[in-house]
């Protein structure tokens, strides 16, 4: 009779030294994870926005954008929510939770606050926002700046709507184009989409559209503004506008 195999012994020295880095480093992860989330609900104003800013706060590391069951459920169910963010206060913004740009936009204007207009030394007259995405940066600028003049360039189409109707949600009164800026005027063809999207020369490039461009040192010259504030996010357009 063949005798029994010898019993799989444990290496307990082993095991404590998998528990003990198991347990700091998933501890580390929860507590990341909660930080983050805490700071999604504290950019919320109201006690009835912390709901959706806890949500948000998941899609922003999970983001339900991909083609699963999960993700096409949670699209259909919950395509858009509305946010009162603590530093527009009052005004409010449309956010759709499975596009990853918006939510990393509404991260860098009202979490990690890269915008910080209380910096600045002046009180400007007039606001030029050139790559206005969905509104954020203007609808922050007019609560600092009530009584400037705001002018806003974003030139993808839908992201021209959707900042539009998040400025008409608030009643604010926008000069708002649907065109690009460059240090020159006409048309050029643009590529991409969300937050990333820039002009470029190849009107072959898969996926780009024609679209108006205005020549911003004109646009700036016809204002004749006492004292600008201009935020220039154009992605790489910039070289040539300055």
Not at 3 to 15: H, K, N, S, V, W
Not at 115 to 144: E, M, Q, S
Not at 160 to 185: I, P, Q, W
């Amino acid at each position: 009779m063949n005798p029994l195999p010898p019993r799989a012994e444990i290496d307990l020295g082993t095991l404590e030294q998998f528990r003990s880095t198991w347990r700091p480093s998933f501890m580390h992860r929860l507590l990341r994870k909660l930080k983050e989330a805490r700071s999604w609900m504290l950019s919320a104003r109201n006690a009835t926005d912390l709901p959706g800013a806890l949500l948000l706060s998941i899609c922003r590391t999970r983001p339900p954008n991909g083609p699963g069951f999960y993700s096409r459920c949670f699209r259909r169910l919950i395509p858009e929510l509305s946010i009162h963010p603590r530093s527009l206060q009052g005004f409010s913004i449309a956010i759709h939770p499975s596009d990853i740009a918006e939510l990393i936009i509404y991260e860098e204007c009202f979490i990690r606050r890269v915008y910080d207009l209380a910096l600045l030394p002046f009180k400007p007259d007039i606001v030029v926002d050139c790559g206005g995405f969905k509104g954020y940066f203007t609808l922050l600028a007019r609560v600092w700046f009530p009584t400037a003049a705001f002018v806003v360039f974003e030139p993808h189409p839908v992201n021209y709507g959707l900042m539009c109707s998040n400025f008409k949600r608030n009643s604010v009164d926008v000069d708002a184009h649907c065109e690009a800026v460059s240090n020159r005027t006409g048309e050029m063809s643009f590529s991409g989409a969300g937050f990333g999207g820039s002009l470029t020369c190849s009107a072959a490039e898969e996926g780009s559209i024609r679209v108006h461009v205005a020549n911003l040192c004109d646009v700036i010259t016809g204002l004749s503004p006492r004292r600008l504030l201009l935020k220039l996010d154009v992605e790489g357009e910039e070289i040539n506008i300055l």
